[in-house]
């Protein structure tokens, strides 16, 4: 069952922005000291691909550490665990290390997360060690619940994501998922197909992770662009990212923060005309003319185009909000 158009752009909206997801490796202690002090809408410290094998336990260590001790502002505090279908014991030793710490983190991040069974697996693990820790951990309210990001990495991941999505979003569910991001590059891995500057090879992924996140009110998180040195592709890839409805997009350095976070909110010259246009709506409703189209600026504007003009303030008043 899909959700109705409604609850879901209000879930949507009630959602923390995150424009720009920053992925730091949890083994770096100097890496995550300079997070906390960047103005980014989430830091996620890494225990998956960013850390050696050896390095794992240190790695936990360093992050339950950050999350006591370290003021990471604004940004929502993150961690990446390693992934419950290719390693479910170094997950669960993940969840339950990370979960066991002092201070808990704002957001869990599970990787390569492909059927329902695999995402019970995690609700199990993590209220089991979130019961653990008694009091502040394990609760059954909408607004207290431990945030979840999935991330879609395969074909198979992406053809059960409604499924995913549908249990996911379930009243008895532990945690509360609020977003899928996209890896590319594992997808494209699994899928056969060869990486191009012009992501084309992903473009029916990319926007069937967007119908699906946004029919069940989560929000859709692009893929990561690895060349540090385009910003002008960064940039594109991040607008196109944007005009079909993601909500944000993966990053892996700080130079990435500032293009990304500014490609995923609305211009002002974008505000303004949004405003105007819900004024002029707003001036015909009242003036008898109901829900009809009427022109504006020489254009026929219908309820759909108003809807796109107040999805455009709202994300104006989420992003100054912080």
């Not at 069974?117 to 019961?131: D, I, P, R, Y």
């Not at 997808?187 to 946004?214: F, H």
Request: charged share 25%.
């Amino acid at each position: 069952r899909v959700h109705g158009g409604s609850e879901t752009m209000r879930r949507a909206r009630s959602l923390r922005p995150r424009r720009a997801w920053l992925f730091m490796p949890g083994s770096r202690t100097r890496f995550i000291e300079k997070a906390a002090k960047l103005d980014v809408d989430v830091v996620c410290m890494d225990l998956e691909d960013g850390v050696a094998l050896d390095a794992k336990a240190e790695a936990r260590g360093n992050i339950k550490e950050a999350l006591a001790t370290m003021d990471f502002g604004r940004s929502d505090i993150a961690v990446r665990v390693n992934s419950p279908s290719l390693d479910k014991a170094a997950s669960e030793e993940d969840i339950s290390d990370i979960l066991s710490g002092p201070s808990l983190p704002h957001t869990l991040c599970v990787p390569k997360l492909d059927t329902v069974e695999q995402l019970e697996w995690v609700f199990e693990t993590t209220a089991a060690a979130l019961a653990a820790r008694g009091g502040d951990g394990a609760t059954s309210s909408p607004e207290s619940k431990l945030a979840l990001v999935t991330m879609c990495e395969s074909p198979l991941g992406l053809l059960n994501l409604p499924a995913i999505l549908e249990r996911a979003a379930a009243s008895d569910a532990p945690l509360d998922t609020q977003g899928v991001i996209f890896g590319g590059d594992d997808y494209a891995a699994e899928a056969g197909a060869t990486r191009s500057r012009s992501n084309d090879e992903l473009a029916m992924a990319r926007q069937m992770v967007v119908a699906s996140c946004r029919a069940y009110g989560v929000q859709p998180l692009d893929v990561v662009q690895i060349d540090l040195q385009d910003e002008a592709k960064l940039v594109a890839e991040a607008r196109q990212g944007a005009a079909w409805g993601f909500a944000g997009k993966q990053i892996i350095h700080p130079k990435q923060i500032a293009p990304v976070q500014e490609a995923f909110s609305p211009s002002p010259d974008a505000i303004v005309e949004a405003r105007e246009l819900v004024e002029a709506y707003a001036q015909h409703y009242e003036a008898g003319g109901n829900r009809g189209a009427f022109t504006f600026k020489g254009k026929m504007i219908d309820t759909p185009t108003v809807l796109i003009a107040q999805n455009v303030l709202r994300a104006a008043e989420a992003m100054e909000a912080g």
